[in-house]
């Protein structure tokens, strides 16, 4: 979504400038960092803190870093999206406390600080809207969610190139952002080409009064954008697979998958759009005060299944199907369209490799 149709050219010293002018209006600047082998969000304040030159090796259980080329953002994406910034792993909902005078509650009221994100990636970006349909409808929107992300400032980075597990141009949410950033980017080898996407991104724009890109660099971008998409060898259908509820709710292949799974929950904790969650009371050891706390869970954990006195998933077998089931297909009725969007962080950090569109592809295969 470009505001104006306009797009512009960014040297590196542009996207210094813009690293700064962001930090100079109080916004704490994120971006892909290189720690302890693998790529995570963390402050930067200059260019020279990116992992310039490092590229990812991406396979099925299997996460590498090597040497590359001289790009700023080689790097597609480590083991975290956007969700943790909007969606906290950890989110205080109401505190107790007792005193003499009787047991009080105070609820936590929704605060966030201003953080600016560099070099999201589309597939993420995708996430953050599916999520917003999750957490934002109308009527009930979730306040702490809300408020987290009403003060995220999202620079997206576009794809020139694709690792070995992703599937996003499949699920249409990628290599190319489309909407939901405040500021695109593509490094074209030269600079970056620049797209607004927000209103508050064309006031940041004008602060940084950048040149105009020529039709060569607009070309450059697409054509590498293009390439990217083109490079994928991974594929799932983007509409709801049905079947996988009906035809194929008893097929052998769900144990076989059982079998490998590990029930370790890794693919949710790293899935852009997943958003089940617990709600915990943590005491004092005072005894005089509580605390109510909302925290990350997955419905792999088979605590997650345990409703008054009955567990409603006990097996692998039954909770890996709840995954993908809700995910492909009936996520599509609850709020319009895939919980995937082809990232492939599933694949890559699953301990033993398993291939969700690989997995799918033998269920949706010839009924057994």
């Known amino acids: 979504m470009n505001t104006d149709g306009t797009y512009y050219f960014l040297t590196a010293e542009g996207l210094e400038q813009l690293i700064t002018v962001l930090r ?40 590498r870093l090597s040497d590359a080329d001289s790009s700023y953002f080689g790097i597609n994406h480590g083991f975290q999206s956007l969700k943790s910034m909007t969606f906290k792993a950890k989110q205080s909902l109401v505190r107790f406390t007792k005193d003499e005078n009787g047991i009080h509650f105070e609820p936590s009221k929704p605060q966030a600080e201003k953080i600016a994100v560099i070099g999201a990636r589309a597939c993420d970006v995708a996430g953050l809207q599916i999520q917003r349909k999750v957490f934002e409808p109308a009527d009930y929107p979730d306040p ?61 724009v004008q602060q940084l009064q950048p040149d105009s890109a020529d039709q060569s660099q607009q070309q ?17 259908a983007g509409g709801a697979l049905t079947d996988l509820l009906t035809v194929h709710r008893e097929h052998p292949h769900w144990q076989d998958v059982a ?12 899935c852009p759009t997943c958003f089940c969650h617990t709600v915990d009371e943590v005491p004092d050891l005072s005894g005089d005060s509580s605390e109510r706390v909302r925290l990350w869970d997955s419905c792999f954990n088979p605590e997650h299944g345990y409703i008054h006195g009955k567990n409603m998933r006990p097996t692998t077998r039954e909770r890996y199907r709840m995954w993908i089931t809700h995910k492909l297909t009936t996520w599509h009725q609850q709020f319009g369209s895939s919980g995937c969007v082809g990232c492939g962080r599933c694949i890559t950090w699953c301990p033993v490799g398993i291939d969700i569109t690989k997995e799918v592809a033998v269920l949706m295969g010839p009924k057994p």
């Open 259 to 270: 079998d490998r799974c590990l029930s370790c929950g890794n693919c949710t904790m790293v």
């Open 220 to 236: 450059q971008a697409v054509d590498l954008i293009q390439v990217c998409a083109d490079s994928q060898s991974r594929s799932l």
């Open 144 to 204: 702490y969610f809300k408020t987290n992300r009403e003060k995220l400032f999202v620079v997206a980075v576009n794809c020139t190139q694709a690792q070995a597990t992703c599937f996003c141009a499949s699920m249409q949410t990628g290599p190319r952002v489309e909407s939901g950033f405040d500021l695109a980017l593509t490094e074209i080898g030269t600079g970056f080409l620049l797209e607004c996407g927000s209103g508050a991104g064309e006031r940041l």
């Open 24 to 63: 100079d209006d109080g916004y704490q600047t994120l971006a892909p960092v290189e720690q302890d082998g693998a790529v995570l969000w963390g402050e930067v304040s200059s260019l020279a803190e990116l992992p310039k030159g490092r590229r990812e090796e991406q396979q099925p259980g299997s996460y």
